[in-house]
């Protein structure tokens, strides 16, 4: 009796135990929220293009020195259509020098000095010369204001919705603004160009003397590739790309970063400096916050094949055929950024298709749908279907098709009713003469059988 109660309530202890270990999992694995330390902060991985993190990245920022990612875009597109060359000595100028803050970032150019579109795109991108930023923009538009419009238009081009320039580094103007994932699109953009990540990713540099100035020697303001000024934050994986701080932006940065075979782009925008307890050592958590995004990321996420090039995906209904299907395929690998512990066959795979049935004829290759993957609501992927082979079209069915269609154009509705309409007057008609003919004709012969002439 003892023995039967003891198991009894063993067996309740073992049932609340699993029950509660079901209800500690989460069902799609959700990965634990950072919790960024920042106004805005976004996250993307480089291969797939899917968001991994976002904080407030549509909210309407001050970006600072991070607008010249933007400057060197268009400089580096200007290089690329041939009206510019990286060689090509450009003179500084007083007016490029006017609208410069006495206390802003600078690489000691002064008016008169000669150096590259090369040289200048170091100083602005490795050291943050406000300066370089005018000079080049005189040197690709004919004017800062003319090169500021082109800022504001390649923005609109890459399909930012927050952002409005007004100058080409970033110093303080209320009206020049940007969202965290803005910066995303135009740092993609940008990274399309090697030269970029060429020169945001040297850790220091070196000038030679010019005209006006001995050699200089330039060391990166990103804390995470170069140590000179703070070691604190170095990252081996990290890369790039751009660092910026005003009083009103706060402390912010865009970066990349690599481990194995996943790489990500971060943006930070809003972070604080605040002092350690020593007293004397200041912490700046756009480079810390930065690694920090970038370990968790490394730590949680993973590759997953969804679908191997040309595997089967489904199947589409055909009609005008005498085949009532095609099989359906990716032209390329479905592979996907997704948390670690996801089960890849809890994914929802959904077809769409551009019209159900297919019309025949078909050809391979052509695109017929598209296929999702997703959980919970998240999508993961999003790619194209194509047919697996071609389909030929039955003469007869589309023939039919063709008629069926003809028959419910207005054109062939109108006739229609034309048609129908002098069938039935000729149909009255002919009632009607018919009758006619009848009545005369009974006339005619009562008329002939009453005759009572003589005969002879």
Known sequence: MKTNSFSRIFSIFLLLLLLVNLLA?????AVPDPEIQARAALLVDQKTGAVVYAKNEHQELYPASLTKIMTALLVLEAVDQGTLKLD?????????????????????????????????????????????????????????????????????????????FMNPHGLHDDQHYTSAWDLYLITRAAMEYPEFMTVCDTTSTTIPATNLSPERILYNTNYLICGYRSRGYLNGEAHGVKTGSTSLAGH????????????????????????????TTWWTYSFGETNRLFNWAFENFTYRTILKEND??????????????????????????????????DLEKTITLRSDPVEAPIAAGDVLGTLSVSLDGKEYASVDLLAFTDVEASRLRVLWRDIQNFLDTTQAKVGGAVLGTLAALCLLWKLVFSRR??????????????YRGRRR
């Open 312 to 345: 089967v995906a489904g199947e589409a209904p055909v009609s005008l055929s005498r085949q009532d299907h095609v099989t359906l395929h990716t032209d390329q690998p479905v592979e996907i950024l997704v948390p670690q512990e996801l089960n890849v066959e």
């Open 437 to 450: 003919r009848y009545r005369y004709g009974r006339s005619v012969g009562r008329t002939r059988s009453g």
């Open 88 to 164: 090509q000595p450009i003179t500084a100028t007083a007016s490029a020098m006017t609208t410069l803050a006495a206390d802003g970032s600078t690489a000691g150019i002064q008016v008169g000095e000669v150096l590259t579109v090369e040289q200048l795109l170091y100083c602005m991108l490795v050291v943050s010369a406000n300066e370089a930023c005018t000079i080049l923009a005189e040197q690709v538009s004919g004017s800062v204001g003319a090169f500021v419009d082109a800022m504001n238009a390649k923005a609109e081009d890459l399909g930012c919705e927050h952002t409005h």
């Open 25 to 29: 999992v989460p069902a799609s694995a």
């Open 252 to 279: 912010c940065l865009v970066s990349t970063a690599r481990r194995a075979s996943l790489s990500f782009v971060s943006v930070i925008l809003g972070a604080d400096r605040t002092l350690l307890e020593d007293g």
